[in-house]
């Protein structure tokens, strides 16, 4: 198993990942776009933080924390964006738990964790947070 070692190289994978298996998606960031977010539904996969823990003198886990944002303006009239979320919100979910190690990426993730919000402050946005824990183990004197 090769470990990802850094928040770039996770996130990259995540996007890959979620990008196959999710095709509601319009488009799937690995940063915070430039100005106002304008294709929906979408999603930001950016991360939260990280935790080191060292098993011996050689080998470290680190858990790293990534966000998933699932985007969708409440603008638009077409569909009820609430319901259309929550469904892209599954299927992120389920493409996520079928492939705990990222395809041996990463030794194994955690059960995933989320929440709903409306963000008015930029735009008139509803968005479900995932919030994602990968288990990365690697060599430190490597």
Request: proline letters at 4%; glycine letters at 4%.
């Amino acid at each position: 198993m090769t470990a990802i070692q850094t928040y770039s190289e996770l996130i990259t994978k995540l996007a890959a990942i979620i990008t196959a298996g999710v095709t509601d998606l319009k488009a799937v960031y690995t940063s915070y776009p430039n100005g106002p977010l304008s294709v929906f539904p979408c999603a930001i996969v950016m991360p939260s933080g990280r935790t080191s823990e060292f098993l011996s003198t050689r080998d470290t886990r680190r858990k790293v924390t990534i966000f998933i944002r699932i985007y969708g303006s409440l603008d638009n009239t077409e569909v009820n964006t609430q319901i259309k979320i929550r469904d892209i919100a599954d299927k992120v979910t389920n493409v996520l738990e079928k492939n705990i190690t990222l395809d041996g990426t990463i030794e194994w993730s955690q059960p995933i964790s989320d929440k709903f919000a409306f963000d008015s402050k930029t735009n008139n946005l509803y968005y479900n947070e995932i919030t994602y824990v990968a288990n990365v183990r690697f060599n430190r004197a490597a």
